[in-house]
């Protein structure tokens, strides 16, 4: 009988969750598209990348931060998260990472590379970029996992063309 008492504010409070969230992503997702070098682009923390990620384990969560979202991981590679990105096949790629603020050290897997993310202790938003090998197929996957108790936060990921003027 509660329950549905508290639906109709339960259902209220979720809406006006999700058009906050749509506020925040129209300007970013216009953003990347006018960005002739993003080949594939993942804004992480938001709904509509659901279908999108990957997680090994529900440890992690989602949050805002700044004028985006976020995704964190919980501790260690068994609960990091993931997603398949497409590129170009027999091309090389540059990963962009968009990390939101303090975040802990996290290992990153990217079309059959491994790479360190290091810690960022500043309250910004900052930027990681890797070069990534010729790959063999369009799809790329990317793993991200925290290497100690603290979560990763990641705000975007983007896979870039290196042959257009980019970071």
């Given amino acids: 009988e509660g329950f549905f008492r508290e639906m109709p504010a339960a259902m209220r409070s979720l809406a006006a969750g999700l058009a906050r969230e749509r506020a925040l992503e129209i300007p970013l997702r216009a953003a990347l598209r006018a960005r002739r070098e993003v080949v594939d682009a993942v804004l992480c ?48 790629a540059r990963l962009l990472l968009r990390v939101a603020g303090p975040s802990g050290p996290a290992a990153l897997e990217a079309g059959g590379a491994r790479f360190d993310l290091p810690a960022e202790e500043n309250a910004r938003l900052s930027e990681r970029a890797f070069d990534l090998p010729r790959q063999a197929t369009e799809e790329i996957p990317i793993r991200i996992w925290s290497v100690t108790p603290r979560p990763v936060r990641l705000a975007g990921i983007e896979l870039l063309d290196p042959k257009e003027d980019c970071v």
Avoid at 45 to 58: I, N
């Fill in 45 to 92: 923390g938001f709904a509509t990348e659901m279908h999108r990620v990957a997680k090994r384990l529900h440890t992690g969560g989602t949050g805002f931060f700044a004028d985006r979202m976020y995704r964190a991981s919980g501790a260690g590679p068994d609960a990091g998260f993931g997603y398949t990105l497409r590129g170009r096949k027999g091309a090389a």
